[in-house]
């Protein structure tokens, strides 16, 4: 059978255990935070005056009260989901899963009524899907030619859980496959810019236009994946694409999302920064380190950190995410990085602008064996004259390590950057007991209820659309 | 200087020749013409109905009453433009040019309120530009690699070409193109489907989008073409992207427009059936040659074509358009292909069924070094044993050998699948003069204005949106 046919069945078909639903609940949790905090960041404004501002719809754009179509809600919550690059990660993929397929599962599930287990069913197909195609195209496709994952195997996932969720059959759920694979893209040369949450909103949305096309009659090729100029060939993936067959063989025999799970950030920077900070963070409180101590400090990673972290001299809040200087000398000024960490003032601090030039990091081949970014080593200099060293080994939000209140204290922190206080709570307790939830709506609407004063009304932007 | 930010400052500061205006003119002709042919198709019907009927706005979209985003309307004429597959070629960027640039120039031209001649200059850098790409990326990127050039080159051009219009400053063109690039797809894998015409529109669409996200603030890499994890390095471009920066410093001081020029198709099927069909008409002509003579007829042409015409038995008339044997087959039983050929009746007619196995196609490499899909040799092996051949060297809308008259008959035979003759006529008669005009709505407005009988109005979509 074909590769596309049988991921498409699977897809249709899949029925995913309760622990990979409990993954599932947890992302969906610490996404729909994420995004509650992005909503007000400068690209989800932007996306949503230029681009949501001409949709009609009555999907929720959450921490705002604007509605809009399927697809540009799907754009808007994708944008603002990725907009602090504090959503999760997944190392098999080597996306940002959640980003993109929560916005995507949102949407679908509003638009067909969905209830909390079918949406959560719909993420786990999505995410399985994504995690197949990265085992086939990873590293090469992300490491070396440089697609952002995120969007380029996250328009996929998200088509995915699209076609799921609007109760496609096999053959309509390959035409789907076959368009989002033509709008698959995403370029890592933009990290650190507004592109790069774009590129989740652009998954997002078109996973959700893909998967409606396709409900609408919307014809594709029946081998856009693994076809001689199909996806796998044109984004250059690690393995042949008749790879692609024997991979889709385990999907529904084995879950991804438990095996190598997803890794939930309690840092708003790169996923790459977080073993260093983990072990500089451990130092700094073991030393009773101040930034006057610090002769130098010297971050050791494995060889895919340094092509993800370019900009050591950050000019904006963007780029000082993907900068291994500023998140250590953040750090080491300003304790465990938090979304006020990411700031101009910040970043202009005389302290932090000292700091950077003591701060080197280098490759250590030796890393590459394990799991991408899992391994760090951080060697402090001291004045003083003496050296602190400490290895990592993944960071505190990697699969099994996350506790509850570490993921709640996150969400409400997130949340209560467009709810009030109770509301975040509310939408705590729903996304808590989402599998019970008969209705999706439940969850989006109380994550629209924003106050005046607190959350993102625009009201000239409704006026406008009115 | 940095590429990217050298082909900005082209963008912003082109001065095109009069002659290239006249070709961006007929360009404009054929393209109006071929969006008004295509608006009635399948493909373009889904894109409005799922879609562009969730979209706010005035722009238009041609042959219809419909109005929406200038995104959308983009989208919606990009998907119209190459629904046929009878919109023109461009041999150096590989595209279906005007397909994606049009739809952007009218949909730019139309928020902008902007003149004839400003939307013709828009059109010749977004055409620059794409051909600037298509030197350095081509053939390996679509050739080998399998993207379709339509759209994932198309994307920057009608980036370009929006930005242009839209009056934006360098910097914010190099953002408008960082944005291009991170949403630039398309792969060659779906042509023969839907999706085929849905590139065209998605490069529309996003080029549109970019230049207005960059214009409201959007923030770009500064070297998205060309950095090391850029544009020309994902989509494995022939040269080192080091490359761009030399082409881009003939930007200007040399017109591809004018030197390799536009393909004008005759025939509504793929550019790489138009030689061999030029080759098989003028023997049929010649030697009064009828279906039950044939014993066999055999193609050759250069190594591209086998890798665009990939249906031999095709089972849909987009399938048929890919198809040298069922182009043959339909050239000797009906005549010149017209948009009348590629119907489902006409693929299932036995005459053709019986053609179709005699057909052959084989790459000779000695027409390598020529121009792309221009040389062909076509011989038709008779039952009585006679065996007659022709050679062709490119096809008759090739650049420079298209008349007026053709151009005017093809535009009219378009026009008038939404139009009036009346109307048709009167757009033929303000695409003559466009250069002239002060408004690039007097076209728009005329070609909206469709009958009900004749046009698509879309009543229950109109209404819908009310």
Not at 288 to 295: K, M, Q
Not at 336 to 346: A, D, Q, R
Not at 379 to 404: F, H
Request: a neutral charge.
């Amino acid at each position: 059978m074909r590769a596309t046919l049988k991921i498409a069945e699977f897809i249709m078909a899949a029925k995913p255990p309760a622990a990979a639903r409990q993954r599932a609940a947890t992302a969906l949790c610490d996404t729909v935070g994420v995004i509650l905090a992005g909503a007000s960041e400068a690209a989800a404004k932007i996306i949503r005056r230029t681009v949501v501002a001409e949709s009609h719809g009555n999907c929720r754009v959450l921490g705002t009260a604007v509605r809009a179509s399927a697809a540009d809600a799907a754009l808007a919550n994708g944008v603002a989901a990725h907009a602090h690059d504090y959503d999760d990660m997944c190392f098999v993929s080597m996306a940002h899963p959640s980003c993109a397929l929560v916005p995507s599962i949102v949407a679908a599930g509003e638009i067909t009524g969905a209830s909390g287990s079918a949406v959560l069913d719909a993420y786990i197909a999505g995410f399985e899907v994504e995690c197949c195609l990265g085992l086939v195209m990873n590293p090469r496709h992300y490491h070396e030619r440089g697609w952002h994952c995120t969007s380029s195997i996250g328009t996929l996932g998200a088509a995915a859980a699209a076609a799921r969720l609007l109760g496609l059959d096999a053959p309509s759920i390959v035409h789907t496959l076959g368009i989002a694979a033509s709008l698959a893209c995403g370029l890592k040369e933009n990290m650190g810019s507004m592109v790069k949450p774009l590129h989740a909103g652009m998954a997002a949305r078109n996973g959700v236009m893909a998967a409606r096309l396709a409900k609408a009659g919307f014809i594709a090729s029946e081998q856009s994946l693994d076809g001689p100029q199909g996806y796998l060939a044109a984004m250059d993936s690690q393995k042949p694409p008749s790879a692609l067959a024997d991979a889709a063989t385990d999907l529904g025999s084995r879950w991804e999302i438990l095996d190598s799970g997803i890794a939930v950030k309690l840092y708003p920077s790169c996923a790459a920064t977080h073993p260093p900070l983990d072990a500089l963070l451990g130092l700094k409180r073991r030393h009773n380190i101040a930034a006057d101590d610090i002769a130098g400090i010297d971050v050791e990673a494995d060889s895919m950190t340094p092509r993800l972290l370019i900009h050591p001299r950050p000019s904006t809040p963007l780029e000082a995410k993907f900068s291994m200087p500023f998140c250590a000398a953040a750090a080491i000024v300003f304790g465990h990085p938090t979304l006020e960490t990411f700031h101009m003032e910040k970043i202009g601090d005389p302290r932090i602008q000292k700091l950077l030039p003591l701060v080197t990091l280098r490759a250590n081949r030796d890393f590459d064996p394990a799991a991408h970014l899992s391994q760090a080593n951080v060697t402090v200099r001291l004045k003083d004259g003496r050296t602190v060293q400490e290895r990592a080994d993944g960071a505190r939000g990697y699969p099994g390590r996350l506790t509850d209140d570490e993921l709640s204290t996150k969400f409400l922190a997130c949340a209560e950057r467009s709810l009030t206080h109770t509301a975040a709570l509310q939408a705590l307790d729903v996304l808590r007991a989402i599998e019970t939830r008969s209705d999706i709506s439940d969850l989006t609407q109380l994550c629209s209820t924003v106050s005046e004063s607190q959350g993102v009304l625009e009201r000239d932007f409704i006026e406008r659309k009115s």
